[in-house]
């Protein structure tokens, strides 16, 4: 069916595609005249949104698909189609509850800041460029909620943009991501020309028939993935995921722990057939697994509290990655699922330690916030078990699930590497929530006077949402498996797998404890031997990946190529704009003297016009 | 209905002026969302005329018109206030001479456009706008010889002047055809038919200006293309050597005028003749089934840019004396709201995407690609990329100079949602295309 804009049937729909805009403009407005307005506006169209999703959710019958006319005109045709299934409906639940938990959030935690109707404006604009990413069907479409994400993410890392810090973090952020999305757009070229659609629903279609060419389908696959590198941080994209922390802490609950990183294991799985008929799953789960590793080591030596949880959202979207990358969808989207709550749970956690001791947020100088906010301490607790994989809690469902589907794959390096990187999460979890809420107060002076209770509805409710909900869908693991694949999954089964997990993390669990609790002297002078701060080193700065890609970039990339582009610029482009100011110039006076300013003269151009056009007839008409 | 709704309202309308213009606009605001309203549910002229008849993009135009119109009548201040009048009978007129099916007809409300903007002009304070008026009287009044003269020609061979009963036979009707386009040429400021415009537009008050290069111009655009359609058809070889020929002339010298102008009003009234050069190339590509939605796209996105231009510059100059380019220094620092408005705007002149002009010159430059016209799209390209240059100019004065005076620039609340309902349309129709490609389909 093709609808004309404007007409889509749905109120769902509707609302999920207009609201974020108009809240975003709205937001900005009202705040601008009274600043309270922004947050009740951006309340209201989060709450609206969500509701919107639940209405979805709970009205599913068939996937919607609706095709409007964008542009159709002659042989160009740009239709805008939206199109919602199990998969978009758990993306959108996840997009709109979690903003809505986070906006709530925000109420305090932003409650100082003079800029709030920029900052809500910003968020519902992700909102909705989360939201168009997950409904539309079309490769285009996606592409559009993928650039309209990547821009909010740049604008609400720079959110203060008077810190240097901020405003070139938000820049890397966008760099790095445009890097992929290069790759992406070039793959939607691909796409459009050679397999003549970019609809993402035919091409996994085509994919199962065997229809599309292999090599073409390999190449745009890899270029798609490339995408997904930058938006979610795997390897060797990453840096900017960690320097995305000088955002706000609310957006990066949001958008670095739970929603936009996302993106790129979306698009994968929205794809999945496509990947599967190609051979891109092999790289997939290779490159992943990989990045799993080094999250998860680089996360166990960090200082900021905010580093650490950015360092395990990227192993953990790894191992989501390698999830889906082994090809098991359901153990991907699984992690996905658990992932974004009980990330989105530690982060705001984390934002709520972050807010009582006033902007402390390196981990070393807090502590023994045990006595002072126990309520927080449980829930981050809550988080922590969950993302570590600890019984009952959902991660240890889904994790347990990708490692053993890693095994029964049966490629060593990626089995190997992702079981490290699940088994290490414990290890630096458990050192974060130690180091903030055990022992004593370190540095003092900073902090313990200002520490003031986190207000009950506006910090910890969302917090104990989050934390009652991470714990209760571990209940309904096989459905949400069910819905999302649609057909009865396998469980992959390795024996000797959930008892080693289980004493390996224990083990783990207690060397942690007995070190940062009881002999943190010890530990010190482990820390203190050479070879130790080496290693240190290189985990520390993410395994000197951003100074390698900043010396690629400065020294090949801006003192050679670009170089030679600026000479070209310079003598050639300039010089030939540059000429064209006398040529104007002469063009302008020689014209100007038919422009003197005297009817009279005009009078005659009239005359002489139609003269050439009497003229012109009659010496064409006498030819025809 | 719609039309003598609009023809009452215009005569209603000057008991209030005087007394409280706020009536006046209100009564105004109110016949043209009335019309609006019945042209919506179906009725026309068509009704109880013979001669008349409507088409979906017509309908279209028409809404576009009354909008626009609305929202010009929204921002006059006292000055103008009997423009309010004159805008209600315009836009009647305008209807008529957009439905009609019979060219007799079509010359005479063409005729009546023409004097409606006369006196539309005639709203003289100063010696700039008696100068503007005079010289569009007499243009003007030349160009009516020339129709006039063109349709008595006409008359003798035409056995009708209805548009589907009109054969084209000989040298004679093409010629008596071409003397009334070249007359209608001055309304539409084709060069050599221009020189009047260029002055007049800058000259007489810029709510004129606004109403006679945005307004009167796209229906004018619209119309003959309707009223001359058929008989290009018959020449398509001749149609692509003449408008071609115009087209080139016209946006070529324009764009290289406009680009050294130091007066701002100067400047965009050679920006609407370079605008005219590029709305020919519909003309010139008759051929194509394309030609139809790029002269209607043209027409639409046209009314909604150059309209709220030269309105907002009518604002900027009454609040702030603002007449040369220089004087826009830093307006982005001292009224950001202000500046922004004016800024779309420019840019959509300029053709920058997801804005209505962008889309309008894809739309007409598509019509020229397909009829095989694609040196004239070139050079139409060409010109566009020329004609950036000047509209940069506004754009850094705006954003990257420095203010010379600190003073904020208020505009009045009716300005400004007059403003913002043509920016609704400029990026309504940037985003959503289809809806002007669906109305001419069928």
């Known amino acids: 069916m093709i609808y004309e804009i404007g007409s889509i049937g749905n109120i769902g729909v509707k609302t999920l595609l207009i609201a974020p805009y108009l809240g975003s403009v709205l937001a900005y407005i009202l705040g601008k005249a009274k600043r309270e307005l922004a947050f009740w506006v951006a309340e209201i169209v989060g709450a609206l949104l969500f509701l919107a999703s639940i209405y979805l959710f709970i009205s599913f019958e068939k996937p919607i698909d609706i095709t409007l006319n964008w542009i159709n005109y002659g042989d160009i045709h740009l239709p805008f189609r939206i199109y919602i299934d199990h998969l978009s409906i758990v993306m959108l639940l996840i997009a709109t509850g979690l903003g809505f938990a986070d906006i709530h959030f925000a109420h305090d935690y932003m409650g100082d800041d003079p800029d709030q109707p920029r900052y809500y404006a910003k968020v519902l604009f992700f909102i909705g460029g989360m939201i168009l990413l997950v409904i539309t069907k079309d490769l285009i479409g996606a592409f559009i909620g993928w650039e309209f994400m990547g821009l909010a993410s740049y604008a609400l890392i720079s959110f203060w943009y008077y810190k240097h810090s901020a405003a070139s973090a938000g820049m890397q952020a966008f760099l790095y991501t445009r890097l992929g999305d290069i790759f992406i757009l070039a793959a939607i070229a691909l796409l459009y020309f050679y397999a003549g659609t970019i609809d993402l629903i035919k091409l996994n279609e085509m994919a199962n028939s065997g229809e599309l060419n292999k090599t073409l389908a390999l190449v745009t696959a890899l270029f798609i993935f490339m995408g997904a590198i930058g938006k979610s941080g795997q390897f060797p994209l990453y840096p900017w995921l960690m320097n995305a922390m000088e955002g706000p802490t609310t957006v990066s609950a949001l958008i670095h722990g739970a929603t936009m990183v996302n993106s790129g294991i979306y698009i994968v799985a929205r794809l999945f057939d496509f990947y599967h008929y190609t051979d891109a799953l092999f790289i997939v789960a290779n490159v992943a697994a990989l990045s799993a590793f080094i999250g998860s080591t680089s996360a166990l030596v960090q200082k900021e509290i905010k580093k650490i949880l950015a360092y395990s959202t990227m192993s953990h979207l790894s191992i989501a990655f390698v999830g889906l990358g082994v090809g098991s969808l359901a153990a991907g989207m699984l992690h996905l699922v658990n992932h974004a709550i009980f990330k989105a749970l530690l982060f705001l956690s984390a934002g709520a330690v972050i807010y009582l001791a006033h902007h402390v947020k390196d981990a070393w100088k807090l502590g023994g916030l045990w006595k002072t906010a126990p309520f927080v301490a449980i829930f981050m607790a809550m988080g922590s078990l969950s993302l570590a994989g600890v019984p009952p809690f959902s991660g240890f469902f889904s994790k347990e699930m990708v490692v053993a589907s890693a095994w029964e794959w049966g490629n060593g390096f990626t089995a190997i590497f992702v079981t490290i990187a699940a088994l290490l999460s414990i290890a630096y979890i458990t050192r974060l929530w130690v180091l903030i809420f055990l022992g004593e107060p370190r540095h003092e002076s900073e902090h313990d006077h200002a520490i003031h209770g986190a207000s009950t509805f506006w910090m910890r409710l969302p917090l104990g949402i989050l934390a009652f909900v991470t714990l209760a869908i571990s209940l309904f693991q096989s459905d949400i498996v069910h819905y999302i694949v649609g057909k009865e999954v396998e469980e992959p089964h390795v024996a000797w797998l959930t008892a080693f997990m289980l004493s390996g993390m224990a083990i783990l669990f207690a060397i942690v404890v007995w070190l940062y609790v009881k002999k943190l002297d010890l530990l010190q002078k482990i820390a203190s031997h050479q070879f130790m701060k080496t290693i240190h080193n290189i985990l520390f700065n993410g395994y000197y990946m951003e100074a390698m890609i900043t010396w690629i970039s400065k020294n090949i990339i801006v003192n050679s190529i670009a170089r030679g582009f600026r000479w070209f610029d310079t003598f050639v482009i300039d010089w030939l704009v540059n000429a064209t100011v006398p040529m104007t110039r002469a063009f302008y006076r020689f014209f100007k003297k038919g422009h003197s300013g005297e009817i009279g003269g005009y009078i005659g151009q009239m005359v002489i016009g139609i003269a050439i056009i009497v003229i012109a007839i009659l010496t064409i008409v006498k030819g025809l | ?442």
């Open chain 2, 1 to 442: 209905m719609s039309f003598v709704v609009l023809v009452l309202a215009g005569l209603i309308v000057p008991l209030f002026y005087r007394q409280n213009i706020q009536v006046a606009k209100g009564i105004a605001v109110f016949a043209f969302g009335a019309a609006a309203f019945l042209i919506f549910n179906g009725h026309s002229l068509a009704d109880y005329l013979d001669y008349f008849s409507i088409t979906p993009s017509i309908k279209l135009m028409e809404f576009v018109l009354l909008l626009t119109l609305a929202a010009v009548s929204l921002s006059l201040t006292g000055f103008e206030r009997p423009l309010i009048s004159q805008m209600l009978f315009l836009s009647a007129v305008s209807l008529g001479l957009l439905e009609t099916n019979n060219l007799f007809i079509f010359i005479v409300l063409f005729e009546a456009v023409a004097i409606i903007s006369y006196i539309l002009v005639s709203n003289i304070r100063n010696y700039y706008n008696a100068e503007g008026a005079i010289k569009a009287f007499i243009a003007g009044a030349v160009a009516s010889g020339i129709i006039l003269f063109g349709l008595a020609l006409f008359s003798f061979v035409t056995p009708s002047f209805e548009y589907n009963q009109i054969r084209v036979e000989g040298k004679f009707t093409l010629i008596a055809v071409a003397i009334m386009l070249a007359g209608i040429f001055y309304k539409l400021t084709i060069v050599p038919m221009h020189g009047w415009a260029a002055d007049a537009y800058a000259q007489v008050n810029h709510v004129a200006a606004a109403i006679l290069s945005g307004v009167i111009k796209s229906v004018v655009m619209l119309a003959t293309f309707n009223a001359f359609h058929r008989f290009l058809e018959f020449y398509p070889a001749m149609a692509v050597i003449i408008f071609s020929f115009f087209a080139i002339l016209t946006m070529t010298l324009a764009n290289f005028m406009a680009l050294w102008q130091k007066r701002i009003s100067k400047m965009l009234a050679y920006s609407s003749i370079a605008h005219s050069g590029y709305a020919l190339i519909p003309f010139a590509a008759i051929s194509s089934k394309f030609a139809y939605p790029g002269i209607l796209y043209y027409a639409i996105a046209y009314i909604f840019m150059q309209t709220a231009v030269f309105l907002m510059l009518n604002e900027l100059r009454v609040r702030a004396g603002i007449k040369y380019i220089s004087h826009l220094k830093g307006l982005g620092k001292r009224s950001p709201l202000v500046a922004l408005l004016f800024t779309i705007q420019i840019f959509s002149l300029a053709g920058i995407p997801l804005l209505a002009g962008f889309m309008s010159k894809a739309a007409a430059f598509y019509a020229g690609v397909d009829a095989g016209l694609w040196w004239l799209v070139l050079i139409a390209l060409l010109n566009s990329a020329l004609a950036v240059g000047y509209y940069v100019i506004l754009i850094k004065n705006i954003y990257l100079d420095e203010p010379e005076e600190s003073s904020t620039i208020e505009i009045s609340y009716g300005a400004l949602i007059g403003q913002l309902l043509l920016l609704g349309g400029t990026l309504y129709f940037g985003i959503i295309a289809s809806n002007i490609f669906t109305s001419t389909m069928g």
